[in-house]
Nanobody
Framework: QVQLVESGGGLVQAGGSLGLSCAASGSIFSMYIMGWYRQAPGKQRELVATITSGGSTNYADSVKGRFTISRDNAKKTVHLQMNSLKPEDTAVYYC????????WGQGTQVTVSS
């Protein structure tokens, strides 16, 4: 069992930056693929970025070059650094842990004003 708690969301102007953090507790963190999804109002939840235990990353095309995902296995945390934010990045951002099961955090709101 894995528990995930996100932090760091908020309101920012277009072009600004925000960092999201996710703290995990419970099972062996290093075994899980960690990632971030987001869901904007009226839209389906979509993948933002993932990172394997070894540090291999994958990004949605819409965030490549602007967002960076990282993890600290010793601290059981995963971080999403978001730069050059756009209004279309506005969404609830969810942390996930994927192993034999998938675990979700409660979500944190990111709002980018134009």
């Amino acid at each position: 069992q894995v528990q995930l708690v996100e932090s760091g969301g908020g309101l920012v102007q277009a072009g600004g930056s925000l960092g999201l953090s996710c703290a995990a507790s419970g099972s062996i963190f290093s075994m899980y693929i960690m990632g971030w999804y987001r869901q904007a109002p009226g839209k389906q939840r979509e993948l933002v970025a993932t990172i394997t235990s070894g540090g291999s990353t994958n990004y949605a095309d819409s965030v490549k070059g602007r967002f960076t995902i990282s993890r600290d296995n010793a601290k059981k945390t995963v971080h999403l650094q978001m730069n050059s934010l756009k209004p279309e990045d506005t969404a609830v951002y969810y942390c996930i842990a994927r192993g034999t099961s998938v675990y979700w955090g409660q979500g944190t709101q990111v709002t980018v004003s134009s």
